[in-house]
């Protein structure tokens, strides 16, 4: 299996090529938002057209829906929102650092089953070094140097006993005390509707899309002939105001989501099986644009660790280069949304099964991803190097149907008008049909680097002999091979592999 880049790398990269950009970047950036640059638009906009594509049109039991942003302040009281959605919180009063409790580690050194201290360390790609090092420091400070400790018990601060939690340090200071005790803070960004700001005009951005789906549920039932089993389908903005927004765009403060509320009969036997189903349609479905099946997984909850609402979850993992985390949750929700929806409202969202002949208010299965965080498995997914004659090469693999650019037209030299009107002619034509690029600066060789960085899978040179033959070279980004073909048969083999 080849090796991922490092975070530090891919971040890199993004910004050098135009993927991803830190948003106000020229005002120093603002931590938790990012900007998609020229080719990050292009990949997450193909991301979101094949989500669309496969789980709306290609199906006939979905439809879509585009709901806004700011709803009725009571649907985020009725579904649990105002009261609910939170994450513990720790602050260092020293360093004014703020930290998400569950991912603040903690463990007692001990020397022959005598605890002689505590480290504490932030979760992240570099922890297992971080800890060595709080560990050297702390055997250092009590002259300990070359003390075999005991195995170290890393766990989340948040299972610290009041007595533990006294004698941890402070990741940032290092020293105990420094660290408030755990609580809660909910992650809804808060906003007012109108002039003035009162109280009764206080309103959220949304944290998911979800509830939009289910306030329209009765809407959509009445507008369409949909039947139970039926998905409403939505891609939009969501909003956290995320205690630590990291990992770049794997944790921000404002992201998309592709969500789906698949509604099926309110019936104890029949959740098992369409949960399956759509675990397996949603994990085949990364595996589909790119994703390498190799670093995907599954990580079914535990009945315990189930919000009370939830009947089962499974979440699809991806290993980043940060560690193995949620790419996509697929949750079995009961039908508390639509019960608790129905209550606030004081409206009816029951649906009449016509083959039950009975009533009620359907079960849902909700298969929820981040747009950013496929498009960040894709990025790791699709970043190869190789060899060409002796030259390092990079390239992303990426699918053609998720390529942000399609193929790139390049004139063999810049200087023989013929040679330029007839590749023009071709640039033309192709992006009619498909996003192309043209290209006439630097030599050829540099010119294919560039398209291969930029994961364009098919580049088109005018030569010499296609003032004669009306041929042109094509070249693969993957295999770098060179087939002769007509300007007809091009289209037919873009048409073949594109549409
Ligand atoms: P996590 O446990 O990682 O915070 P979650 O379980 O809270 O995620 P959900 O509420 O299930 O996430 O949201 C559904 C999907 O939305 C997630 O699987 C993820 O792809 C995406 N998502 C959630 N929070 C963020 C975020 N802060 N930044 C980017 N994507 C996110």
């Known amino acids: 299996m080849k090796n991922q880049l490092c975070m530090k790398e891919l971040v890199a990269f993004c910004k050098r090529k135009g993927f991803i950009f830190l948003s106000s970047d020229i005002y120093g950036g603002l931590n938790g938002f990012f900007d998609y640059g020229p080719l990050g638009v292009e990949l997450k906009r193909n991301i979101k057209a094949v989500w669309w594509k496969n789980m709306v049109h290609d199906r006939e039991d979905m439809v879509g829906l585009d709901s806004s942003i700011i709803l009725h302040p ?34 007692p050194v001990a020397i022959s089953g005598e605890v002689i201290g505590y480290i504490c360390v932030v979760d992240s790609e570099d922890k297992d070094a971080e800890v060595e090092k709080k560990v050297k420091a702390l055997l250092k400070a009590q002259q300990k140097t070359n003390a075999i400790i005991d195995p170290l018990q890393l766990k989340p601060i948040t299972k610290a006993s009041v007595e533990e939690y006294a004698l941890i340090p402070s990741p940032a200071t290092d020293k105990p005390g420094d660290l408030t005790p755990p609580r809660n803070f909910n992650l809804m960004f808060q906003t007012q509707v109108g002039a003035v700001a009162s109280e009764s005009s206080v309103a959220y951005l949304r944290p998911e ?29 969501a909003f956290r105001n995320e205690i630590t927004p990291r990992n770049f765009i794997f944790r921000s403060r404002e992201f998309e989501q592709m969500e789906i509320e698949y509604f099926i009969p309110a019936d104890e036997n029949a959740w098992p099986e369409m949960h399956e189903k759509w675990i397996r349609t949603r994990f085949n479905w990364h595996c589909s644009i790119g994703i390498k099946k190799e670093w995907l997984s599954l990580d079914v909850h ?54 039950r002949k009975t009533k009620y208010l359907p079960y849902v299965i909700e298969p929820s991803v981040g747009v950013d965080r496929t498009l960040l498995a894709l990025l790791i997914s699709a970043y190869d190097e190789d060899g060409i004659n002796g030259e390092k090469r990079t390239v992303m693999r990426f699918k053609p149907s998720i390529a942000p650019i399609k193929m790139a037209v390049f004139p063999l030299v810049k200087n023989k008008p013929e040679i330029v009107e007839k590749a023009r002619q071709l640039f033309k034509r192709l992006k009619s049909h498909w996003y192309a690029v043209y290209d006439e600066a630097g030599a050829i060789g540099r010119r294919y680097r560039r398209m291969d960085e930029m994961g364009t899978p098919w580049c088109i040179t005018v030569d010499f002999d296609s003032l004669d033959n009306h041929t042109y070279t094509l070249r693969d980004r993957d295999t770098t091979e060179q087939k002769r073909m007509t300007e007809e048969e091009l289209i037919a083999f873009f048409e073949l592999q594109l549409n």
């Not at 020293?94 to 991912?103: G, I, L």
């Not at 789906?213 to 507008?223: A, P, Q, R, T």
């Not at 979440?315 to 697929?330: C, N, S």
């Open 209 to 237: 899309t979800a509830q939009g789906i289910f306030i329209h549920f009765k809407n959509v039932l009445d507008s369409t002939r949909v039947k139970v089993p039926f998905g409403i389908a939505q891609i939009g903005k």
């Open 74 to 107: 009571n649907v985020w009281k009725a579904s649990g929102h105002v009261d609910g959605f939170s994450d513990p919180m720790v602050d260092c009063k020293v360093s004014k650092m703020r930290y998400r409790a569950d991912q603040v580690f903690y463990s």
């Open 302 to 355: 535990e009945n315990k660790d189930l919000a009370h609402y939830a009947k089962a979850c499974t979440d699809i993992m991806f290993k980043y280069p940060f560690g193995v985390q949620e790419l996509e949750g697929i949750a079995v929700r009961g039908n508390f949304d639509l019960t608790q929806h129905q209550h606030a409202s004081g409206k009816s969202l029951e649906y009449f099964d016509e083959e």
